[in-house]
């Protein structure tokens, strides 16, 4: 197969379970090479996203690794011989890498939870307040790449899959445009949290002893609860969190924080007061 320059963050999570399958198994590179009846460096390639694997070289490796899960070895097939030419792809070489795996993740995802502290989440805001959102960037963009990066927000807007929001009231208050803006954004989350697929929740400055969640957190649910993803903000750019450990920790933080949060119907009279008062 043909060397990738760059895999997609789903290829690369397709490499990294291989691997871990491997390591689980106690084979070293060079044994899975063998059984396999390729070159180490052929495996290498197929463990760092390099090239692609294909479904019956796969499954031979899942036999070699005396994995049973199949539910789980259909998933990674369907990553291995999914040949999505994603909306996004028009976006490669324009926008950030990272714009574009979180634009793949969200095809692929089952529902996506978000908990957003200082901003509305990009997938609920409005042309103006996402515009005021990359203006405000430090180095400034350019006009041209604000416009490309409102586009793109725009377009990831479409997707449908359930959406579990859990918003500050700081996310809420905080006028990252002017007045105007904020009262159309707080007008749109309103409209939103009826959609069906779309549950919106609230805390409040006034909930005691709410230290649960520091900073915005996307959970991002595969196929199967082994393929969800964590996506967490890093000053360049996002980072994709997929460690078992580390998903079950972001689990019961969402749990917490939803738990600390308002109901959705007394979430929408919060909403509405606040927008009474622009």
């Not at 490499?15 to 070159?39: P, W």
């Not at 793109?152 to 579990?164: L, N, V, W």
């Not at 919106?200 to 082994?226: C, E, H, N, Q, W």
Request: proline share 4%; aromatic share 6%; with cysteine.
């Amino acid at each position: 197969m043909t060397t990738r320059r760059e895999p997609t963050a789903r290829q690369m999570r397709l490499a990294v379970e291989l691997r871990r399958l491997r390591e689980a198994a106690g084979l070293s590179g060079r044994q899975a090479a063998a059984l396999l009846g390729v070159s180490p460096v052929q495996l290498s390639h197929i463990e760092s996203g390099l090239t692609g694997v294909s479904e019956e070289r796969l499954r031979r490796l899942a036999s070699h690794y005396a994995c049973t899960d199949t539910d789980f070895i259909d998933a990674l097939v369907a990553m291995a011989t999914d040949r999505t030419r994603g909306w996004w792809e028009e976006y490669r070489g324009l926008l950030p890498t990272p714009f574009l795996d979180l634009s793949e993740l969200e095809h692929h995802a089952a529902f996506q939870c978000h908990v957003a502290i200082l901003y509305v989440p990009g997938l609920l805001q409005t042309e103006d307040y996402a515009r005021a959102v990359f203006a405000s960037r430090i180095p400034e963009l350019t006009i041209e790449e604000v416009g490309l990066r409102i586009r793109h927000r725009m377009a990831r807007q479409k997707i449908r899959i359930p959406y579990e929001v859990v918003l500050h009231e700081a996310a809420l208050r905080i006028r990252v445009g002017d007045r105007a803006t904020s009262k159309t954004q707080l007008s749109q989350l309103l409209a939103l949290s009826e959609a069906d697929h779309i549950t919106l929740r609230v805390i409040p400055f006034d909930v005691d002893g709410f230290a649960k969640a520091s900073s915005t957190m996307t959970y991002v649910g595969g196929p199967l609860p082994k393929l969800d993803t964590v996506v967490r903000d890093a000053p360049h750019g996002s980072v994709f969190i997929d460690a078992e450990a580390q998903l079950n920790t972001y689990r019961t933080t969402f749990r917490k924080v939803e738990a600390a949060s308002l109901g959705p119907e007394q979430s929408r009279e919060f909403i509405h007061k606040l927008t009474k008062e622009l």
